[in-house]
C-alpha cells in the first residue's frame, strides 16, 4: 500500500516502531571521519527523518547492525553454559538496492551453506528492511553491472522527494501505523539506479587455471593486508572465536565470535604451525575469486554486490573493479601458458 507522509508524520512513524525495534539508517557521526575535523557517514540508531543521510553512501554497510563486530554467544563456568540474551528490541534497517542485495547472500552463506546459523538465525529473524531509493550513483559504485541495483524484497520502501516521504509498505503489521498519519494515498515506485561510470565486465568463463595468472603479483607490494576491504564489505561473512576468560576466575568465561579478514595476517593459520596464503597477491586472488567466481559457481550469482566501497576505503587506493577487469585478459594469459 503507497502512503504520502509529511515529515511530522512519519516521525511518529518512527517513534510507534522504536517501541519494538531499533531503527537504523545512514547518518552523519559528527567529526568521526579518518581525518581531523572531518564527518564519517555509517548506520546508527535514528528518531527522526532529518537525521537520514539520503544524499551519500555510507562507509561503512548495514551489516554492522545485524551482525555485531564482536558478538557473545554464550557464557560459561564449570559446570554451565548460559546462552547470551539477544537485544530486547529488533532492528528495523533503512538500506539501498544493493546492500538489500548483501542480504541475500549472508542468507545464502549463513543459512543455506550446509546447515543453518543459530545465532545468525536469531538476530536475522528479528529484522525489518526498508529499502532507500537511488536516483544516482556513487562515486565507484557498479551495481548495474552487477545486477543489484533493484531490489523487491523488502519490508517497506521510503523515498523522501520535495519534503514528502512516499512509502510503499508491505508489512501488515503497519498498515495501521502507516494510514493513520497519511496525508494521501500514492503509488509509490522505489526509484533505482540505471547507469554507473564504473564498469565491471565479468569473463564468461573463468577456470580454476586463472589462479597461476601474473596479475596477482603486483598486489604482494602495493596491498598492506589491512583489511579494510572486509571490513566495509556487506557480503564478507567470515569469523573467529574467541574463548575470553574472567581474571577472578580463569574456569569461567565467554565465548564470542569476531569478524575476521581474509586479507590479514594470521587468518590462515592452523593446527602444527602452517600457514596459507602468506601473500598480499594471494590473499588478494582469494578475495577477487571468492566474490566473483567460486561464490557463483555454487549459488549462480555472484557475491560482490558492487557497492565500490573496498575501493573506497583502501589506503593504498586498490581497486576491487580494476582487478575484477584485468580477469579477461588474465584468462588469455593462463591460456596461453597451458601448452607450456
Known amino acids: 500500500m503507497g502512503y504520502c507522509l509529511d515529515k511530522a508524520g512519519f516521525d511518529q512513524v518512527l517513534q510507534e516502531l522504536s517501541r519494538e525495534y531499533t531503527v537504523y539508517a545512514p547518518k552523519v557521526f559528527k567529526d568521526g571521519g579518518s581525518f581531523s575535523d572531518t564527518d564519517r557517514i555509517r548506520y546508527g540508531e ?18 554492522e547492525v545485524l551482525l555485531p563486530l564482536s558478538q557473545t554467544l554464550f557464557f560459561f563456568t564449570e559446570d554451565h553454559i548460559k546462552e547470551a540474551d539477544l537485544p530486547k528490541k529488533g532492528a528495523v534497517i ?15 552463506i549463513y543459512l543455506e551453506n550446509g546447515g543453518r546459523d543459530y545465532y545468525y538465525q536469531q538476530l536475522r529473524d528479528r529484522v525489518k528492511f526498508l529499502l532507500i531509493g537511488c536516483r544516482h550513483s556513487f562515486d565507484n559504485c557498479f551495481c548495474v553491472d552487477m545486477g543489484t541495483n ?20 508491505r508489512t501488515a503489521a503497519w498498515e495501521a501505523t502507516f494510514a493513520a498519519r497519511s496525508l494521501e494515498a500514492a503509488a509509490v515506485t ?16 573463468l577456470t580454476p587455471a586463472i589462479l597461476y595468472s601474473t596479475i596477482w603479483d603486483e598486489y604482494d607490494s602495493r596491498c598492506i593486508n589491512c583489511g579494510r576491504c572486509n571490513f566495509v564489505c556487506p557480503t564478507c561473512t567470515c569469523f573467529t572465536m574467541q574463548d575470553i576468560f574472567y581474571t577472578d576466575n ?18 590462515t593459520d592452523v593446527a602444527g604451525g602452517g600457514s596459507y596464503r602468506q601473500k598480499n597477491g594471494q590473499r588478494m586472488r582469494f578475495k577477487v575469486l571468492h566474490k566473483v567466481y567460486d561464490y557463483k559457481k555454487r549459488n549462480g ?3 560482490c554486490v558492487g557497492c565500490g566501497r573496498c575501493d573506497d576505503i583502501c589506503p593504498e587506493y586498490i581497486s576491487f573493479t580494476a582487478a575484477v577487469n584485468k580477469l579477461t585478459a588474465a584468462c588469455k594469459e593462463v591460456s596461453g601458458n597451458a601448452g607450456k
Not at 535514528?46 to 551489516?63: G, L, M, P, Y
Not at 524484497?153 to 522527494?161: I, N, R, V
Open 46 to 63: 535514528i528518531q527522526t527523518i532529518d537525521e537520514v543521510v539520503f544524499d551519500r553512501k555510507a562507509e561503512f554497510s548495514w551489516k
Open 94 to 108: 533503512l538500506l539501498r538496492s544493493c546492500d538489500l542485495q548483501a542480504v541475500k547472500r549472508l542468507d545464502a
Open 150 to 169: 533493484r531490489s523487491d524484497t523488502y519490508d517497506a520502501y521510503l523515498e523522501l522527494k520535495d519534503g514528502r516521504v512516499y512509502v510503499d509498505n
Open 190 to 205: 522505489p526509484a533505482y539506479v540505471t547507469e554507473n561510470t564504473k564498469h565491471v565486465q565479468l569473463p564468461d568463463q
Open 250 to 267: 580463569g574456569k569461567v568465561g565467554e565465548r564470542r565470535r569476531v569478524w575476521a579478514s581474509c586479507m590479514v595476517d594470521g587468518f
Open 301 to 303: 550469482y555472484p557475491m
